[in-house]
């Protein structure tokens, strides 16, 4: 699956040796903005990838933590709540 966001461009990709952990593809300054720097690694230095393991639950919470984030000011038809995005979502 690809994301584009205001935070970068991403590519997630499920692992075939456990089912419930993703890998996370992006350049540096995008995988730090949403994950910090410890756990990113380097995976192709010519095209500058890095990369994140997380597991399926981790990245159904970043991706809500993502959604809270737009600019929904020209929507004027839309009113967000907290109720509509729990902080616990089971992936």
């Known amino acids: 699956m690809e994301i584009k966001c205001s935070f970068g461009s991403f590519k997630i990709v499920q692992t075939m040796k456990?089912?419930?952990?993703?890998?996370i593809l992006?350049?540096?300054?995008?995988?730090?903005?949403?994950?910090g720097s410890n756990r990113i690694f380097l995976i192709n230095k010519n095209e500058e990838v890095f990369g994140i393991y997380i597991c399926k639950q981790e990245c159904a919470e970043k991706l809500i933590n993502l959604i809270?984030?737009?600019?929904?000011?020209?929507?004027?038809?839309?009113?967000?709540?907290n109720e509509m995005y729990p902080t616990r979502v089971l992936a």
């Open 18 to 23: 456990n089912k419930d952990e993703l890998l």
């Open 26 to 35: 992006s350049n540096w300054k995008s995988l730090c903005s949403i994950f």
């Open 68 to 81: 809270k984030t737009i600019e929904y000011s020209d929507w004027d038809q839309i009113k967000i709540t």
